[in-house]
């Protein structure tokens, strides 16, 4: 794999990682912890499926498991490094289902599935990273 292509998988996941951080920075101000939550919940798998849809029409360097797999990793490496470490100086939040758990199973269901849905709709997959290695 490439830098590049590296690069343009990991400011996917980013971007995905900010948008639900600014999900739930705005459900905090509108409501209740739970209902932040909640719309961080429903916020992730969209935004993620949406990503995923985009990046495996674009894209499609890897394929959508692997995609799943490392837009996950991602996420939860900044969860831990940035936010549980830097930003909050605790892992409380590890503690919650609603809070981290569900959003992580969702994203990665999210994401494999728009992948899987846009390979379909082009026939074979594309060249991928693994088709490539192997």
């Known amino acids: 794999m490439t830098l590049g292509r590296a690069a343009i998988i990991a400011a996917f996941a980013i971007a995905g990682w900010a948008a639900c951080g600014a999900a739930i920075a705005i459900g905090f101000a509108v409501t209740t912890q739970t209902g932040a939550l909640v719309i961080h919940a429903i916020a992730a798998p969209v935004v ?69 849905m846009v390979e379909r709709r082009h026939g074979a997959p594309r060249e991928s990273m693994e088709s490539r290695a192997g």
Request: no cysteine.
């Open 48 to 116: 993620f499926a949406a990503l995923s849809s985009l990046y495996h029409a674009r894209f499609a360097y890897t394929r959508p498991l692997t995609t799943a797999a490392l837009f996950l990793a991602i996420v939860v490496a900044l969860d831990v490094f940035l936010v549980a470490l830097v930003i909050e100086r605790s892992f409380v939040m590890f503690a919650s289902v609603l809070g981290t758990w569900l959003p992580f199973v969702l994203i990665f269901g999210a994401t494999w599935a728009a992948g899987m």
